[in-house]
């Protein structure tokens, strides 16, 4: 008999994607649910996946937080994480209360979801002096980086890539995070708080799931680059940054040769769904 459990998802939507991107790709939810959904399908559990979309900028959050069992935070192109717009104050909130109140609730963030988690537990986030990071990035994952961001203990990466597209990056490492990977010009691209007492939370749908060894401690993960994001979709949004003058026709196709090279993308993916409790192949 099949093993089967549920597996809900709070998809925290900071931003709205360009036309083009949304004509080709989808919308943040889509495009994250086009990366969630084909490894669910790769575990030997049946997993009935529900991703319910929340606009934080619209002050839409979840009356039944309680019901989920992670949290993702999007990127957001809207405004900065360094910002204090009453928005991105709230969200922070927000992130500290299910910290404290519900630490069963998993929460993953991405890009600006990163940066907004970190500001949450007292980072700074500025603008990165090196400028831009685009395109597929090569990651030195640190010891702590190797065993999150490797789902198979037999296929142990030192160095990943991922799709990048950022100009504020997470300045010092939150108190209690460990960093997980750097990259030549972002020195935190990933980081992850760990259960104080190191004791594996069961999850709200399936009580009986723990994930295994370090993958059960992890409270917290933030990724500056993008799993769920293709090469195609990155180099959507340089044409648009070129058509409004963000970037030089030069840069442009400098960063759209390197959006095409190939990422770890699925091996992250199964990584976050590994924290999530489902193994996939």
Not at 101 to 110: D, F
Request: hydrophobic share 35%.
């Amino acid at each position: 008999m099949v093993q089967q459990r549920k597996l809900k998802i709070c998809f925290l939507k900071a931003d709205t994607l360009p036309y083009e991107a949304i004509k080709h790709h989808g919308e943040y939810e889509e495009v994250l649910h086009a990366l969630i959904e084909p490894l669910c399908k790769s575990s030997d559990t049946e997993i009935d996946l529900e991703i319910s979309k929340y606009d934080v900028i619209e002050r839409q959050y979840p009356r039944d937080v309680h019901t989920y069992d992670a949290v993702i935070i999007s990127g957001s192109f809207a405004d900065s994480s360094v910002d204090d717009k009453l928005w991105v104050l709230r969200l922070c909130g927000f992130l500290i209360m299910l910290h404290d109140e519900y630490p069963h609730i998993r929460q993953i963030g991405i890009c600006f979801g990163m940066q907004i988690l970190a500001r949450a537990f007292s980072s700074k986030i500025q603008a990165n002096k090196m400028g831009w990071e685009v395109g597929s990035t090569e990651l030195k994952l640190t010891e702590g980086g190797k065993e999150l961001l490797n789902p198979d203990s037999d296929n142990r990466k030192d160095v990943i890539r991922l799709q990048q597209m950022h100009q504020d990056c997470v300045a010092e490492m939150p108190e209690h995070f460990e960093l997980l990977a750097s990259s030549e010009l972002t020195p935190i691209q990933a980081l992850a708080k760990y259960y104080d007492d190191k004791k594996p939370r069961a999850f709200t749908n399936a009580p009986d799931v723990i994930p295994e060894g370090k993958f059960g401690q992890v409270q917290i993960i933030g990724l500056q680059g993008h799993p769920e994001w293709s090469g195609d979709l990155i180099c959507s949004l340089i044409r648009e940054y070129e058509r409004e003058g963000i970037f030089s026709p030069e840069y442009a196709a400098k960063v759209s040769a390197i959006a095409q090279q190939p990422t770890d993308a699925m091996h992250v993916g199964r990584s976050l769904m590994k924290i999530l409790g489902i193994n996939t192949k």
